[in-house]
């Protein structure tokens, strides 16, 4: 022993779907922000009542496939341990193309609980309706920053989950809601 003091592993040492949860903070700020990371609210204001409702769809969508992948890497990590190393940014042709759906697959395994899929559900219809949808409704606004901050929440409820059963608490489940 060389007496040298012992350093805490960094988080993204510890858990390497780390970076893909700050993405996912980051974007979802960003889209929040009116497509910024600008630090006037006013000028935020302004940018977020000039979004058309398909952005704010388009934009919906992204998050959901960010932590559809999150959840599938997630999963990965937890089925193959320690030795999982980086993420060999390889999908299947079967690609989940709903955080919903990967949630509902990949959530008893890690301990997820259900009111997150029923969250991401319903923010699945919020998308397809401002994608679809011909006019932009009065709350588009909050409901997009709103969501944006679910998104954010659910990435961190992953996050804990994987690092619950990393440390061998694997019977502890993660609220989503």
């Not at 805490?8 to 970076?19: F, W, Y």
């Amino acid at each position: 022993m060389s007496g040298a003091p012992v350093r805490p592993a960094s988080l993204a040492q510890m858990v390497p779907i780390a970076g893909q949860v700050a993405r996912i903070e980051r974007a979802a700020a960003f889209l929040a922000n009116g497509m910024s990371l600008g630090r006037c609210p006013d000028a935020a204001d302004d940018r977020r009542r000039a979004m058309p409702a398909k952005m704010i769809g388009n934009g919906l969508r992204e998050l959901d496939l960010f932590l559809t992948d999150l959840i599938a890497e997630a999963r990965r990590i937890d089925r193959l341990g320690a030795g999982a190393g980086d993420d060999p940014g390889v999908r299947p042709s079967s690609r989940l193309s709903s955080a919903a759906e990967a949630w509902h697959r990949a959530g008893p395994q890690l301990g997820l609980k259900d009111e997150g899929r029923m969250a991401l559900r319903g923010l699945r219809a919020a998308q397809n309706r401002l994608c679809f949808g011909r006019l932009r409704r009065a709350d588009s606004e909050a409901a997009m920053q709103r969501a944006c901050a679910d998104y954010a929440r659910l990435a961190g409820d992953v996050l804990a989950a994987v690092q619950a059963r990393r440390s061998g608490d694997g019977g502890v489940a993660i609220a989503a809601g």
